[in-house]
């Protein structure tokens, strides 16, 4: 494990306050134990290099090697981006968010201050859960879906007995019967493993078991128990102090929304919110051409104030009525025209909605790719990080990917991966990222492991030690798994309420690595380096330094085959946060299961 030679983050002994307004400046300072000459600030202002002098300072609280300087960043623009030159005696370095070169970096790779950006913080103390409504619990079984109910795709819906294993004859058709009652009943359950915020899959009224084809946005499915379950659920889970972020389906409607009816049957302003094409067996855009999904169309105006951005829109209104924030389900294809045209517009629009109605919402976006380009601080908060965490590390430890395509992809290229897509990000935006292992939409995370609970317990280590909000999906912490190779639908079994059923063991687990989370500033807040990268280890430091200069830090360490790994530990003795036992110097630890050090605390 390298000792860094030269540092800088967002934590306030390197940058005094962060989201201050343009034409202000902020004092940001970088630590170096190399023998500097000399030390700049590199900024970019109208596209050239500005060169700022820094001079030496010291920090109270800070007693290790190395030296202190200090510059005035000015907050020139929406967002500025700054690096720093070191200059040596036979040499100079560029220090920027990708670490230390001789070369220059291109600007992608610098530190970037945001002005005026505020974070919905209270994300970033959560670790939220994902509930599928349906497959969760059922607390009234007077609502529940009756057999051949109603039709959907030429099909009689189906019931299945709770507890029934998943088949593909009933991938949309098949309903279980849990609701929001159920989930309110299992607060106590909730609270007990450690969990503080829940994010629930679409519960609009539609016809489906997954209800992302909703046939009316302004109320509560009655199978789910209809509004007054969501007021009672809301208030319940606020009065635990659980936060309750919903799903929003703002790419398409269902087929049978009343606006879209309106637009089958010629009325000019509905016929405008959706894409009409003559060269196709489908008359209309629809998410990946399924005929109950048709697209919406932001072109208009009226779509727009209908969902996203109106007094009364979607958005605004079901935070008005007790949601604390949004996940946008396939955020990166929302657009005009029937494509992504004009998509990051929106989502700013969205955004300030969002914000004028609760001022700490927090919005998140389904981007299963590379977000990048979307998480400027103006739009989503953050993104759901597939694409930047969760996908390459299960691929890691598993050897396939999510598609079950072998893979030898070793742990020196993961941290690559990581360290790449974290350091291309403003601080706020990484600690904002949404990150999960497996959810709704991919396999289970301990089925694409074989069924290894130690691996798992490795994964979930990393989860929830790592930069940005981790996420549970319902019943990874008691070992669901599933019966079939692939993802929908057998991805979402229905959640076992029998403890005989359960790996105990497993729970107390990850109730320990709950704790732990949100117990640690530098799991919640702090900056994320990686230290150890070799093909079947990687580890990771948090840290947070505090303006006095007094470090807080979790070292999160892991491991795919259970060989000793030999460490040497930094800067004197390290607390397993677990176990207790303290730990210093060069030594060898089983990380199969994974390991969190912690120092400072």
């Given at each position: ?5 030269a540092?800088?983050n ?30 700049s ?34 907050v ?41 950006h ?80 829940l994010?629930?899959?679409?519960i ?14 302004r ?32 790419n398409?409607v ?16 509905e ?41 009364e829109s ?21 657009g ?54 969760g ?60 069924n ?52 105990t ?10 704790r ?9 807040q ?27 830090a979790?070292?999160?360490?892991a ?43």
């Amino acid at each position: 494990m390298m000792h860094p030679t030269a540092r800088h983050n967002h934590t306030p002994a390197f940058t005094a306050a962060l989201g201050l307004p343009q034409s202000e400046s902020v004092a940001v300072r970088v630590w170096t134990d190399l023998p500097v000459t000399g030390v700049s600030l590199k900024v970019v202002r109208v596209g050239e290099i500005e060169y700022l002098n820094a001079h030496p300072v010291t920090l109270p609280a800070f007693t290790g090697e190395g030296q202190w300087f200090e510059a005035e960043l000015p907050v020139h623009a929406a967002r500025v981006r700054y690096a720093w030159e070191l200059r040596l005696p036979d040499d100079h370095l560029n220090l920027t968010a990708a670490g230390l070169t001789h070369g220059r970096r291109g600007f992608r790779s610098w530190f970037q201050y945001l002005a005026g950006h505020v974070a919905p913080e209270w994300a970033w103390q959560s670790v939220f859960y994902q509930i599928f409504p349906d497959r969760f619990r059922d607390g009234d079984p007077g609502n529940n879906v009756r057999e051949g109910e109603y039709e959907y795709q030429g099909r009689p819906i189906e019931i299945r007995p709770w507890g029934a294993p998943i088949d593909k004859a009933g991938d949309v058709h098949a309903h279980y019967g849990g609701d929001l009652l159920g989930i309110e009943e299992a607060l106590p359950y909730l609270t007990d493993l450690g969990v503080n915020a829940l994010w629930l899959t679409p519960i609009f009224v539609s016809p489906s078991n997954h209800r992302y084809d909703i046939s009316d946005y302004r109320h509560i499915d009655p199978h789910l128990g209809g509004d007054a379950a969501f007021d009672s659920l809301t208030q319940a889970a606020h009065a635990a102090d659980f936060k309750v972020v919903l799903d929003g389906v703002f790419n398409h409607v269902g087929n049978e929304h009343a606006l879209f009816r309106a637009a089958l049957a010629g009325q000019e302003r509905e016929r405008a919110m959706f894409t009409w094409r003559d060269d196709h067996e489908l008359p209309y855009h629809a998410f990946f051409d399924v005929p109950t999904l048709p697209k919406l169309d932001y072109l208009s105006g009226e779509a727009e104030q209908e969902f996203l951005a109106g007094e009364e829109s979607v958005v605004r209104e079901w935070l008005r009525r007790g949601a604390d924030g949004w996940r946008l389900d396939v955020a990166h294809m929302i657009g005009k025209g029937g494509t992504d045209e004009g998509n990051l517009e929106l989502h700013r629009a969205l955004k300030r909605a969002a914000r004028s109605e609760k001022s700490d919402a927090y919005v998140f976006g389904e981007r299963f790719f590379d977000p990048e380009a979307a998480l400027d601080g103006q739009g989503e908060d953050g993104a759901m990080n597939y694409h930047g965490f969760g996908l390459p590390l299960m691929q890691w430890l598993s050897g396939h990917s999510y598609t079950f395509t072998p893979s030898r992809l070793g742990g020196q290229e993961l941290c690559t991966l990581l360290a790449d897509t974290y350091h291309a990000l403003p601080p706020q935006v990484a600690l904002s990222m949404f990150n999960l292992l497996d959810s709704h939409d991919i396999p289970r995370a301990l089925y694409r492991l074989g069924n290894d609970t130690r691996k798992l317990r490795a994964a979930l280590t990393l989860l929830l030690a790592y930069a940005g909000v981790p996420c549970l999906y319902y019943g990874t912490e008691i070992g669901l798994s599933q019966t079939e190779q692939g993802a929908m639908p057998w991805c979402r079994e229905s959640m076992p309420w029998d403890e005989a059923d359960w790996n105990t063991d497993l729970r107390a687990e990850v109730q320990n690595l709950i704790r732990v989370r949100r117990n640690s500033l530098a799991l919640q807040q702090g900056n994320l380096r990686f230290v150890l990268q070799t093909s079947d280890a990687v580890g990771f430091v948090r840290e947070y330094t505090a303006a006095s200069g007094h470090t807080e830090a979790v070292l999160a360490l892991a491991s795919r085959t259970s060989e000793p790994v030999p460490l040497i530990l930094p800067d004197g003795g390290w607390t397993d946060l677990l176990s207790g036992e303290i730990l210093s110097g060069e030594i060898q630890l089983d990380l199969s299961s994974g390991r969190l050090l912690g120092r400072g605390q």
